[in-house]
């Protein structure tokens, strides 16, 4: 299908409008702390809609309604863990963060547990996000496509490009303020898109496509099977397990990793950065139930009418906007997609840049200049958007296979590493060990080769003695066999605790 004029007019003034706030805030990022930090001086308002940006993307914007239409509401409880996650984050996480660490969150696991410690945190931490920047962008160029007609792997290489570049002079300042232009528009278009469905009078009267989800099932939840057997089902997986990895996913990204942490230490005080945080569970929760609640439409919608809809469960939303909206909205719901995809991707790029830069080229130069880091961060964040262009080529969907959200869930649970197991084994505990770190490490290593070659839905050795559970477990389970045989080496072996090992545990926050 072929753009409207207006729909390209639309799409070119949200780029240029992107384009010239990156251009007006790069004045300000001259310094590395400008450029990473933004000075941190940014109120509460602003780091909630940043943190919030840099959360939803286009996988929500594609992949939330793809996975209702195909399966129901599986996601939803999961994500209403997210506010209570995020009130022990605000309570406990960001106060330490913020006077212990000066720009990466994996500086206080090099102070903690060496250099060893470190580097693997932030290896887990540049490949987790490498993926799933990979699989924004491909989220992303699907409604392209199907709206404009364009070449896929050519869309996601423009974007790619298009979104490091303003990255890249603007540095995090950049991000943050466009994320919130970004941010009101990926809001503005999702209740575009529900009244249109909601008020469908070709297929009924109004709410019908509400009523006839309900009838099929859409809203269903799923299973709630608590069995023994239910662990091993690699079709349906259960709610409890659902609950368990979001729960996880939850804690390692607003606890360890640096897109999120990064946002704590650009506020303007502690008080500015929690409230920020809890903001941020107030809005991002709508906003998930909001795509949610628009595939089970979807799915009422095409039941209801003639058509038959898409073939591919994660076609169904650009397929909907393309054949039912009209010119000049269709380039408004567009840009959306763009600005739910942006966002998270600059804000990815960003940190991916500060992580490369402050653990890797700082602490092996440096006497390195202020100057010379900033050009590296910038020379990173082309690095790895390029990286990222090429996980999203290689995720292109075919016929018959899981939604993109499915398979990302499985795929991030993996590449994960422990490192939630490896924080907690430093926070939580005085007696964890840098070499007790290192036989944690190692074993959460051999346990997730062995669970990824040997888990039953692509079986890659038979073992005799393989894993047989569902595979989102094999990243669960990484977390805490870090933690466990970690703590349990630390005991039996010694090794090197640091002088100051209280300040940087819980024990530093009661002290207070």
């Known amino acids: ?59 929500t914007f594609v992949g939330h309604p793809a996975t209702v239409y195909q399966k129901g509401m599986i996601l939803l409880l999961g994500h209403l863990t997210l506010p209570v996650v995020l009130l022990i984050v605000s309570i406990f996480i960001i106060p330490f963060y913020r006077h212990v660490v000066k720009m990466s969150v994996y500086e ?96 009924g009267p109004p709410g019908a496509v509400i009523s006839e989800a309900w009838q099929q099932g859409r809203f269903t939840l799923g299973s709630f099977d608590l069995s023994w057997n239910s662990l091993f089902d690699t079709q349906n997986t259960t709610q409890w397990i659902f609950l368990l990895a979001f729960t996880v996913g939850w804690s ?66 650009p397929y909907f906007i393309v054949h039912h909206l009209p010119a000049g909205v269709i380039g408004l719901i567009l840009a959306a997609v763009l600005a739910a995809s942006m966002s998270s991707i600059s804000a990815d ?10 653990d890797y080229f700082v602490n092996f130069l440096p006497s390195s200049s202020d100057k010379a880091r900033v050009l590296f961060g910038r020379l990173m964040v082309i690095a790895c958007g390029t990286a990222a262009a090429m996980i999203g080529l290689a995720m292109i969907p075919t016929e018959g296979a899981s939604s993109i959200m499915e398979r990302g869930v499985t795929i991030a649970a993996i590449i994960s590493g422990g490192v939630l197991g490896l924080f907690n084994l430093g926070f939580l505990t005085t007696r964890a060990t840098r070499r007790g770190c290192y036989i944690g490490i190692a074993a959460c ?26 595979p989102i477990l094999i990243g669960l389970f990484g977390h805490l066999v870090l933690f466990v045989v970690g703590y349990l080496a630390s005991v039996m072996f010694g090794g090197h605790r640091p002088e100051n090992v209280e300040q940087l545990t819980l024990y530093r926050l009661s002290r207070q």
Not at 21 to 32: A, K, Q
Not at 122 to 151: H, N, Q
Not at 260 to 280: E, H
Not at 302 to 313: I, Q
Request: overall charge neutral; aromatic content about 12%; some cysteine.
């Open 252 to 317: 390692r990204r607003y606890v360890c990793d640096q897109h999120m942490v990064q946002r704590y230490l650009i506020a303007g005080s502690d008080q500015q950065a929690r409230r920020g945080v809890m903001v941020n569970a107030a809005m991002c929760v709508p906003i998930y139930l909001t795509f949610m609640f628009i595939g089970a439409c979807l799915f009422g919608y095409y039941t209801l009418s003639s058509e038959s809809g898409p073939r591919l469960a994660d076609d169904v939303m």
């Open 349 to 358: 790029l960003n940190s991916l840049a500060t992580v490369l830069t402050t």
């Open 1 to 59: 299908m072929n753009l409207h004029v207006a729909d390209y007019l639309v799409l070119i003034a949200y780029l240029a409008v992107i384009a010239c706030i990156g251009l007006y805030v790069s004045r300000r990022g001259r310094s590395s702390e400008g450029y990473f930090l933004a000075g941190r001086r940014l109120p509460t308002w602003v780091v909630a809609f940043t943190l919030m940006a840099t959360l939803i993307g286009s996988g």
């Open 108 to 203: 206080y696991l090099g102070q903690r547990f060496g250099l060893g410690g470190r580097m693997y945190a932030s290896i887990g931490f540049l490949a987790d996000r490498i993926f799933d920047l990979g699989v924004t962008l491909l989220t992303t160029a699907i409604p392209l496509k199907l709206m404009t007609g364009w070449e896929l792997h050519w869309i996601i290489l423009s974007l790619g490009a298009f979104t490091a570049a303003y990255t890249m002079i603007g540095g995090i300042e950049a991000v943050v303020w466009t994320d919130v232009a970004q941010g009101v528009l990926l809001i503005f278009g999702a209740i575009l898109i529900l009244l249109r469905l909601i008020f469908a009078t070709e297929v």
């Open 445 to 470: 290593l051999l346990f997730t080769s062995w669970g990824v070659c040997t888990e039953p839905t692509h079986r890659i050795f038979d073992m005799g003695f393989n894993f047989e559970f569902n």
